[in-house]
């Protein structure tokens, strides 16, 4: 009895040590230091002969830390912590024609050897004279009760040239994409096009002209909003509206005094153009080239893309895409916390803004995003910011511009 | 089914308390002396090995208890609440079944609510920080915990053979958003033995091992506002990727120790070393239930201690204790990167550390006689905790000595009435602070941060009193009532005060 009591006892302590002894065999992986690693920093560009002053900002994916470097000469070596980086070039070059003109590039590399060569391919930012996104107001707002009030979101669009503008025809796009979400997508259009899930058109028929310096409005519902507890905006002076009368769960009205715009294509059900309260999309507007009409746009322009998704299977989405050509203004908006990477390609925003700090941030409610103000135009209206950068032309989480309604 | 499960040892732990013979040849007095013996408390560390269980007690006892516990704080690390009320009933049991055979178990069930809980979605940080997923709200968390015990030892001939056998599991939960649910499980398993070198020493060794599991997943009740969700890291960084991308995480931990022992059979003398070697392994799940290890915590503890009593005289015992601890957790972040197909897997880093030392010097004074027993053991300890995240070269460096005595004061007030008195006074006091605390650019960890690093930094006085009450009801059976308040005093003058009644049957 003693012996088979000792012999259990031994049995069970070797089982106990060989479970110990197997534990750690499967652990091969090689663990790296936090030494920096040597990047050696190229550009290249059509047409561009040498960079004149680039800043370029690197954003590590697992960490969020952000390193900034100034280049004036290439090739520029940077240290940096092993990674998975995104990088982000903003500045001026110099053309083979000797112009000097504002160009920007992103790349996204590993970086898991010592040393490695990162070239970033730039494009010249394109500036067209047509409006710009002066604000976007996509958060909604907070009743005193607590609870969402998800109307009265508008666009303002502002002619920041020294022309005067027509509204006909003027399309405002929202992103397929997400900033926070980054998957492989295939084909790859950024730099030729951008990915639409919805396309608001301002019909010609009800286009309207705007002075240099002055904006026009479009809201979902060009009324006042305001009420003694939602501290809203007064929009019932807008140019246009785009109230979804066919979902009557939005409770949204029709203001007839005020024209609407049309919403020409949205992957949203009950053909909602509907604004992500929290700013994860980008925007842009874009006219159509002579020639081209919403039909022949919806025709020709079908953007087919797939991706792996997480659990190892392929993703086929099936959107519309904007070509880059056609787009006069575009801004990404995102959640710096979250922020992975932009819609639009770097030559219409090298940057992203944004209302609020972190993901569902409580202090972005009743905030939106506006254009910087840099000067006055001769006719004393003010003159708005645009270097294409976002990040720099844009005041994030701002007030809005409506607090005492709409006021030309 | 835990529940279920927890309900059926309960009672088997009851009907196995229930056979226990009642000490019908002892005093009440021999009996709370027993079972009170500063000795044994101050050399717990030598019964991790369960061959010494043999030795832990000469006579049988049993113990129900309930537990009432009110905590209040003003100075707190945020992560671990401001107040807690919790609500124990437990029950131990030791019996000695033959000169050769010992058996003991415990089981207990707890509910706690902590309040103001920030920064941690998760329970057991002690096991996981600083891997937890935070947010800047916090609220009340709930904990359910269920413990189990049982163990026996086998004298063979000058061989003693241990086992025992733990369980714990928990459920912890919030009523608020974030509404963490937190189910953890926890499986220990010791085997040991000794030797008689003679029939003074015995000699012992044994071996353990820990299985802990931790899922968490969190919910929102409210549609339209969510709080962000982080993934941390340590020192208040964050995985940037996964954070806000996912609410659920599991927690395992598989670890492994091992004792010696080395004891006189007189229980005056011992010496216990050990070592102790973790591997604990955080893994995220995002949408689609894939999932992907973020974090490993590497953790390495050794450990000694040697107790000497000199009998003096027959009443007055003379003795001495040192105890060193060093605890090592290494935390490997693993980056990913989503620049490829999929989301693969990049690198390892190691990036985190946090250690501790400490070195404790004990003296021991004892009067024993027949109707009293007093007990002091004034101390000296020096601790050096050493918190570092290497890409910031954030670094919390704090050295503390702790000044106390503990006393202990038994009387036989009748032959149905025991009291007994428990004070422990003692201050800390911090003797060097190297941190280089490195802010973050997000308002609400730095303030985080910064209220945790003020408190660390922060002498106080402790004051830890109880009252014990023993009557004898009938023959072998007695009932107590403990009445415990710890207050402590910090030098920024707030003050954590903790209040504890426990009623119960010891036979």
New interface residues.
């Given amino acids: 009895m003693r012996t088979k009591f000792l012999f259990l006892f031994l049995a069970i302590m070797g089982l106990t040590l060989t479970t110990v002894s197997c534990n750690n065999d499967d652990n091969t992986n090689a663990i790296v230091d936090n030494t920096p690693a040597k990047v050696t920093l190229t550009f290249n560009g059509d047409n561009i002969a040498k960079i004149s002053k680039m800043t370029v900002e690197f954003k590590e994916t697992n960490t969020g830390i952000v390193t900034v470097k100034e280049v004036t000469e290439t090739p520029f070596e940077v240290e940096l912590r092993k990674g998975s980086y995104t990088a982000t070039a903003n500045g001026k070059v110099i053309l083979t024609t000797e112009e000097e003109l504002e160009a920007a590039g992103n790349a996204t590399f590993d970086l898991n050897t010592d040393a490695q060569n990162l070239n970033i391919k730039l494009m010249i930012k394109a500036f067209s004279e047509d409006f710009i996104i002066e604000e976007v107001f996509f958060t909604g707002v907070r009743t005193t009760e607590g609870k969402a009030y998800n109307s009265g979101k508008y666009f303002k669009l502002t002619n920041n040239t020294n022309k005067v503008l027509n509204t006909g025809g003027l399309l405002i796009t929202k992103s397929e994409f997400t900033p926070s979400l980054k998957y492989d997508i295939s084909p790859e259009i950024r730099q030729q096009a951008f990915a639409v899930n919805g396309v608001l058109m301002i019909p010609t028929n009800i286009g309207k002209d705007v002075q240099p310096g002055d904006f026009i409005v479009i809201a979902d519902m060009a009324m006042n909003h305001t009420t003694p507890n939602n501290p809203s905006y007064d929009l019932s002076k807008a140019d246009y509206e785009f109230p979804n009368l066919d979902n009557p769960s939005l409770g949204q009205v029709d203001n007839p005094a005020v024209p609407d715009a049309k919403v020409i294509y949205t992957t949203m059900n009950f053909n909602m153009f509907f604004l992500n309260n929290r700013g994860l999309e980008s925007y842009a507007i874009a006219r159509f080239p002579e020639g081209e009409t919403v039909e022949t746009w919806l025709a020709n322009y079908k953007y087919d893309y797939e991706y792996p998704n997480q659990a190892g299977n392929i993703t086929q989405k099936s959107v519309y895409k904007i070509p880059n050509e056609w787009i006069i203004d575009g801004v990404n908006c995102a959640v710096p916390a979250t922020w992975l990477h932009n819609s639009l390609s770097a030559s219409i925003d090298s940057g992203y803004t944004a209302s609020g700090v972190i993901d569902s941030d409580n202090e972005r409610f009743g905030k939106t995003v506006r254009r910087k103000i840099i000067g006055t135009m001769e006719n004393g209206k003010p003159l708005y910011k645009d270097t294409n950068n976002s990040d720099v032309d844009f005041v994030k989480t701002s007030p809005s511009s409506f607090a005492n309604g709409i006021v030309h | 089914m835990l529940r279920k499960y927890s309900k059926f040892i309960v009672v088997f732990i009851l009907c196995v308390s229930s056979n226990v013979n009642a000490q019908d040849s002892i005093s009440l007095y021999q009996n709370i002396e027993n079972q009170l013996d500063q000795f044994r408390i101050l050399n717990s560390a030598y019964y991790n090995n369960p061959a010494n269980m043999q030795d832990y007690s000469n006579t049988t006892f049993s113990n129900i208890s309930l537990n009432y516990q009110k905590l209040n704080k003003e100075a707190y690390l945020l992560q671990e609440g401001s107040a807690h009320n919790q609500f124990k009933i437990q029950t131990n049991s030791y019996k000695v079944q033959s000169k050769t055979l010992t058996l003991w178990g415990d089981a207990s069930y707890t509910n706690t609510q902590t309040k103001n809980v920030q920064w941690n979605n998760n329970i057991d940080l002690h096991r996981i920080n600083p891997v937890v997923i935070a947010d800047s709200i916090g609220g009340s968390m709930h904990l359910q915990a269920y413990n189990f015990k049982g163990g026996f030892a ?1 004298k ?1 001939n000058k ?1 003693t ?1 241990g ?1 025992q056998l733990a369980y714990q599991a928990g459920l912890n939960f919030k009523t608020q958003d974030p509404r963490p649910k937190n189910v953890t499980s926890d499986l220990n ?1 010791v ?1 040991g ?1 000794t030797y008689d070198l003679s029939n003074k020493y015995k000699i012992g060794v044994a ?3 820990n299985r802990y599991i931790q899922t968490s997943s969190i919910k929102f009740s409210s549609e ?5 969700l982080y993934q941390m ?1 340590g020192l208040g ?5 996964f ?3 996912s609410q659920s995480a599991t927690y395992t931990d ?1 670890t ?1 120790h091992y004792t010696f022992t080395l004891g006189s059979t007189n229980n005056l003398f011992n010496l216990t070393a050990g070592t102790l070697f973790g ?1 604990l392994s955080k893994d995220v799940v ?3 239930n ?1 999932t992907y290890e973020t974090n490993r915590l590497a953790m390495r503890k050794n450990f000694a201690t040697i107790t000497k009593i000199v009998p003096l005289t027959a009443a007055f015992n003379l003795g001495a204790k040192i105890d060193y601890n060093k605890t090592t957790n290494t935390g ?2 693993i ?9 693969t897997k ?6 985190y550390s946090f250690s501790t030392t400490e070195y404790g010097y004990n003296l021991i004074f004892q009067y024993k006689k027949d109707n009293t027993t007093i007990y002091a053991q004034p101390y000296y300890k020096v601790l050096n905790s050493l918190e570092t995240k ?2 910031t070269a954030s670094t919390l460096d704090f050295k503390y000595n702790f000044t106390g005595i503990k006393l202990f004061y038994l009387q036989n007030l009748s032959i149905k009435d025991v009291l007994s008195i428990s004070a422990q006074a003692y201050q800390r006091k911090l003797i060097s602070n190297n941190s280089q605390l490195v802010l973050t650019q ?1 308002t609400g960890i730095n303030n985080w941060l910064t209220s945790d690093f003020n408190l660390k930094q922060t002498n106080f006085k402790a004051l830890q009193t109880s009252v014990r009450y023993d009557r004898s009801l009938l023959s072998g059976q007695s009932i107590y009532a403990i009445f415990a308040l710890d207050y402590y005093q910090f030098h920024n003058n707030t003050t954590n005060t903790q209040s504890t009644l426990s009623l119960g049957i010891t036979f």
């Fill in positions: 086998k063979l061989f053979f086992t398993l085997l033995t071996a353990g091992v339209v506002q969510r709080n962000a890291n960084t964050y995985n940037f990727y954070s806000n991308k598989f492994h591997n995002l949408s689609g894939t490997t972040e980056f990913y990167t989503n620049n490829t197909d999929i989301v990049l690198l390892e880093k190691e990036n290497y890409d997000h």
